[in-house]
């Protein structure tokens, strides 16, 4: 992963972008309080863990990019709900009250094949996601193929390899966070 750098990019930017399978940027981190961009990047899940602090509670979503030889990829999307295991109790129900509003707001701009709760970094593990996304979506363009850590893998490379972007995160400024509205 490169250094990250300021950017300008407001919240609905990075999931709009999340959202459209050829942009670059393919996760997104929503901070709990204003459900402003934190951060989004084109490094996949295991950048975007990099980005999961102790002491936040935030609101993510990934992208999940399965190519195929013979037409458009196979998309799917895993909305993640971080909790650090710092966050005080109080503070954790208060920021927790956002979840219904996070998912409404990240389902304007891609439909998620499921929700994981996180605590820790190993509740978001890159192979178990993918199984559980194996077993819960279907479909019927993958042509028997099972959903499979090395064909996101292949997934991953080809959009970085293609990726227009010098930087692999993009970083919205704390002081300068924007809310997000639907699309």
Not at 30 to 56: P, Q, R, W
Not at 81 to 97: D, E, K, T, Y
Not at 123 to 143: A, G, H, M, N
Not at 146 to 171: I, K, P, R
Request: a negative charge; charged letters at 20%; aromatic letters at 8%.
């Amino acid at each position: 992963m490169q250094k990250a750098e300021q950017c300008n990019m407001s919240a609905q930017e990075a999931l709009k972008a999340v959202g459209q399978a050829t942009a670059p940027v393919n996760w997104a981190l929503l901070e709990s309080s204003k459900l402003g961009l934190y951060m989004a990047g084109c490094g996949g899940l295991e950048e975007m863990k990099t980005c999961l602090l102790s002491d936040k509670v935030m609101f993510g979503v990934v992208r999940f990019l399965f190519p195929r030889r013979d037409g458009p990829p196979i998309v799917k999307y895993v909305f993640v709900h971080w909790i650090g295991s710092a966050v005080p109790p109080v503070r954790r129900g208060q920021l927790n009250s956002k979840l219904d509003e996070a998912v409404s707001v990240v389902r304007g701009y891609c439909d998620f094949g499921f929700r994981r709760t996180a605590y820790e970094l190993e509740d978001v593990d890159l192979s178990d996601l993918i199984t559980e996304l194996s077993r819960l979506t279907y479909d019927k363009e993958s042509w028997g193929q099972e959903l499979s850590l090395a064909w996101y893998m292949q997934g991953l490379e080809a959009a970085q390899a293609h990726c227009d972007v010098e930087v692999s995160t993009a970083v919205s400024d704390a002081s300068d966070v924007s809310a997000v509205g639907g699309p």
